[in-house]
Structure formats: C-alpha cells, structure tokens
C-alpha cells in the first residue's frame, strides 16, 4: 500500500506487509509514522526506540506493558514510550490494530506539570 492521507481499516488489512517488517505502512509525515498491525500466531515484537500509540481496529486480548497486563477490545487506546518492552497476547483471530510512531528516537521528553 502506498502511503496516503486516509485509509480504512479493511483497506489497511489487505496491505502486503514488506519483508523484514511487521505492519504495513499507512501513512507518513515528519516525525509521524502511522501503520497497521496484525499478526498471527503470537506476537514476536521488542522495545521500540520511539513512543507509540496502539488503537485497537478489531480483536479482544490481553496487552503486557512492563508488568502490566490489561485486557482489550475494539476501540481501545494503548500507549508505550520508547524502550519499553511491552506485547499482545492471547488474541483473538481478527485482531488488528493502528500503530501511531512519533517522535524523537528514544521518545518524547516528559514535560512537567
């Protein structure tokens, strides 16, 4: 799929995925890097060294960030800053979900309040 402006969900599920990587490429600009993520048969991925947002497009499961785990389902927003080892699991076939990359490598600076 060649990056655009817009894109839906059963669009960005046919999308072939390239070699060496997991998702597939929706949509580019500056810092922001927006793909869609779903695997089959486990979930293999690592820390990553920019933030990132995951929102749920379909699918129920459990998602482990750290040492949390929560259960998820369509529609939910899950956040990971860089470095953070995190994962799905025990999800269901339809799974799939947006992958919202921004930002400097090795994340964003925490701002006070």
Do not use: C, N
Not at 15 to 37: F, I, M, N, Q, W
Not at 63 to 83: D, K, N, Q, S, T
């Amino acid at each position: 799929m060649k990056a655009r402006w817009h894109a839906g969900r059963e669009e960005a599920a046919r999308a072939k995925v390239p070699y060496g990587r997991r998702s597939a490429l929706v949509l580019e600009h500056g810092s922001l890097e927006v793909r869609y993520y779903a695997p089959r048969h486990g979930d293999p991925q690592t820390a990553h060294d920019r933030d990132e947002v995951y929102i749920v497009a379909s699918g129920r499961g459990s998602f482990v960030r750290g040492a949390e785990r929560i259960a998820f389902a369509p529609g939910a927003m899950l956040f990971v800053p860089a470095g953070m080892e995190h994962r799905f699991e025990d999800f269901s076939e339809d799974f799939g979900t947006w992958v919202v990359f921004y930002g400097p490598r090795g994340g964003e600076r925490e701002l006070p309040f």
